[in-house]
């Protein structure tokens, strides 16, 4: 797999043997390991692999990395979306080094990552700048609060994976391009909004602090007051998804934020103002105080007994014209699409249903799923924005030829654009052409079953090659 070539693991034969078993995982990323692997002795070169101590995770993930880097590079403007995922291992048999999570009875690890996006009419995915994993001990928040000064203080604290995300990033991008970086609720901390400022990073952070106090050119207020204030200068009509909580337990602050919805269209109102956010007693003694843009995007008229969608988004970007705030909202919009990360990598590449028992495994395994989970979101993205473009951009010849020969699409034309590639792939993976373009799910069950039929071709093409080689002897 090319986003593995030149991983400096320490030894030129773990390179090479990364770039094997990446190989034979992409093909059908959702199965065990043991499927995964021809012989017993791929299977145990597998997991020497993953064991060993001899590199880590991120000497895995640097040549993807910088290949993300460079695809952004020819960007021009990107998007850099952080985010947050627990990953969850159930079973009573203890894992070494692992961590506890929100899910009950569970164990497991956090994972910060970073995800690239082109920040132009398609957002098609670029691939992860960043992933850093770390576990938790399960102390309780009623007991570190009374030592709120040391936890400020505290260099292993865990607000500051977002600041460090953001510090690698914009170290890689050295001014070559231009990034926002786009983060949910959880990333509304004075201190790193402050180191943003002081930086002059672009951001758009949704607010997640309502009740601060914020100043004005008249008055100081609370940021909920404010915002109520403000009014509409756009409107604007979106598609809202569907929000199910369903397997995992949940906790219920969780669903009290962003309780269940069906999907449906939302009118949504845009009001748009200025403000300074205060350095807080619990920041650092030389944060700066920060003058933001504000936006409150609001449904002022949500169906009766749905809970009606609300944004307060944090911003560096202009709000001078109607353009610019719709702007805005379509950037953080886009946030969502790390959400499909965190399905393809967990459900589509099966990551929390994998065996291996240390923590350090793990990571490592999660590592060799990321690229891969990246490229079945970029084939979604793809056949959604980029639907005219040639089937090659993404598959081999001899794949398209192989989507023709398949029983669920016989009877079909060829596909002469991404987009009808795309649908084939869909078919194969039992999508109904009534039921509106195919998610990323149908499309990665098609995907992984053009990939089978790529292992028997070759498999049949070698053992023509073996046969004629005997008729030689």
């Known amino acids: ?16 043997r990364l770039v094997r078993v990446a190989g034979r995982v992409e093909r059908n990323p959702r199965v065990s390991f043991p499927q995964a692997m021809r012989t ?22 640097e040549p993807h990395r910088k290949a993300t880097i460079e695809r952004a590079n020819h960007a021009g403007t990107v998007l850099v979306v952080h985010d947050t995922t627990n990953v969850d291992f159930p079973g009573k048999s203890k894992r070494k080094g692992l961590g506890v999570t929100t899910a009950s009875s569970h ?29 938790r001990t399960g102390k309780k928040w009623a007991k570190a609060k009374k030592t709120r000064t040391r936890v400020r203080d505290d260099p292993k604290r865990e607000s500051l994976r977002w600041w460090r995300a953001v510090e690698a990033f914009e170290a890689e991008r050295d001014g070559s391009f231009e990034a926002i970086h786009v983060m949910d609720a959880e990333a ?43 009014q509409p200068i756009a409107t604007r009509t979106v598609r809202i998804t569907a929000r199910r909580y369903q397997g995992k337990k949940q906790p219920a602050s969780k669903k009290k934020r962003h309780p269940e919805r069906d999907a449906r269209e939302a009118s949504l109102a845009i009001g748009a103002g200025r403000l300074t956010l205060q350095r807080t007693r619990y920041s650092r003694l030389d944060s700066v105080n920060v003058e933001v843009n504000v936006l409150r995007v609001w449904e002022p008229k949500p169906p009766r007994g749905a809970p009606p969608v609300e944004w307060i988004l944090l911003t560096t970007e202009p709000i001078a014209s109607r353009a610019d705030i719709e702007q805005i909202v379509e950037w953080y919009r886009q946030r969502w699409v790390i959400e499909e990360f965190f399905k393809a990598l967990k459900t589509g590449c099966s990551l929390e249903a994998r065996q291996l028992e240390s923590y350090a495994a793990l990571i490592k395994v999660a590592a060799l799923l990321t690229p891969i989970a990246y490229r079945l979101l970029l084939l979604r993205g793809m056949s959604r924005s980029h639907p005219a473009q040639s089937p090659t951009k993404f598959f081999s010849a001899l794949e398209l030829k192989l989507m023709m020969l398949d029983d669920s699409t016989r009877g079909l034309p060829k596909p002469k654009t991404l987009g009808d590639a ?52």
């Open 1 to 16: 797999m090319p986003e593995f070539a030149n991983a400096k693991l320490g030894d030129e034969r773990r390179a090479e």
């Open 422 to 473: 795309a649908m084939l792939v869909a078919r194969m993976g039992g999508h109904i052409k009534n039921n509106g373009p195919p998610g990323w799910q149908v499309l990665t069950r098609g995907y992984q079953h053009l990939l089978t039929l790529l292992i028997g071709w070759e498999m049949a093409t070698d053992f023509k090659k073996y046969r004629e080689r005997s008729d030689q002897w």
């Open 188 to 230: 509304d901390f004075f201190e790193l909004l402050s180191q943003l400022a002081t930086t002059g990073t672009r951001f758009i952070i949704r607010a997640g602090q309502l009740d601060r106090t914020v100043k004005t050119d008249e008055e100081r207020i609370k940021l909920r007051d404010f915002v109520d204030e403000l």
């Open 40 to 61: 017993p002795g791929e299977l145990e070169g597998f997991y020497r692999l993953m064991n060993s101590d001899g590199f880590t995770s991120a000497q895995m993930l």
């Open 107 to 135: 164990q497991g690890f956090v994972a910060h990552y970073s995800l690239v996006l082109g920040a132009g009419g398609s957002s098609l995915p670029l691939g992860i700048s960043q992933m850093e994993t770390y576990t």
